[in-house]
């Protein structure tokens, strides 16, 4: 299956820090990438869908001030944690959709972010 | 009601087995159904992708898809340790205008034991 690489794979970082997280598609170009939470032995929460060239569309609850997402290039999303709070500590994945009208979306490892 | 539910499991079984693993919507329109498998502090990995009703197979693998019942089904022949992981069932509606997006189930803890 496709690539998708995401990086930092976890990361630990201050109360107030602000976090990076990329996502990148290596073998294929991706208009849409999306966004998702997970906590502990729960499923995916889509927090924003990553649009080439365009604003980010963020789910209902979810902050864009406080989860800046930048799709530059159609191979690289990136998520950017503002002003990180312990409560913002969780297990971010991104996804990448792939091209073709086929809907088959191609996930990151993940990247685990743990606010002090 | 969820769109998409799912047992949680855990689900444990012997190695050799066979596991069924399933979920039910409500959502009528949706057309697209997937499977991924999630190991532990990993992201999800496609399995089976299916398009509309019917049966896929792939190697031990076996999706099922009754839209007449809204209810898919994952089945693993052969149930091995390395098996042992999160399934997730995810299904979307139409593409056509653009991407909708998946809505996944909660998910399913399955442990196969030597």
């Known amino acids: 299956g496709a690539v998708v690489s995401q990086h930092p794979s976890w990361v630990i970082c201050k109360s107030g820090t602000s976090v990076k997280i990329e996502c990148r598609s290596l073998?294929?170009?991706?208009?849409?990438m999306f966004w998702y939470r997970q906590f502990p032995k729960q499923s995916l929460m889509l927090m924003a869908t990553?649009?080439?060239?365009?604003?980010?569309?963020?789910e209902q609850g979810v902050e864009k001030d406080k989860f800046l997402i930048n799709h530059a290039s159609l191979t690289l999303s990136t998520l950017t944690v503002t002003s990180a709070h312990p409560e913002d500590s969780s297990f971010y994945i991104c996804?990448?959709?792939?091209?073709?009208?086929?809907?088959?979306?191609?996930f990151g490892e993940g990247s685990r972010l743990t606010v002090l | 009601q969820k769109e998409v539910e799912q047992d949680p499991g855990p689900l444990s079984v012997p190695e050799g087995a066979i596991v069924s693993l399933n979920c039910t919507y409500s959502n009528s329109a949706f057309q697209y159904f997937m499977w991924y498998r999630q190991y532990s502090r990993k992201g999800p990995e496609l399995l089976m992708y299916t398009y509309s009703s019917g049966n896929k197979e792939d190697g031990r693998f076996t999706a099922q898809v009754d839209k007449s019942s809204k209810y898919i089904s994952l089945f693993i022949r052969d149930s091995q340790p390395s098996d042992s992981a999160t399934y997730l069932c995810?299904?979307?509606?139409?593409?056509?205008?653009?991407?909708?997006?998946?809505?996944f189930g909660a998910g399913t803890r399955l442990a196969v034991h030597p």
């Open positions: 995810a299904m979307s509606a139409t593409l056509s205008g653009g991407y909708n997006k998946l809505i």
């Open positions: 990553s649009n080439e060239g365009s604003k980010a569309t963020y």
């Open positions: 996804s990448a959709l792939y091209p073709g009208g086929t809907g088959e979306l191609f």
């Open positions: 073998d294929f170009q991706a208009t849409t």
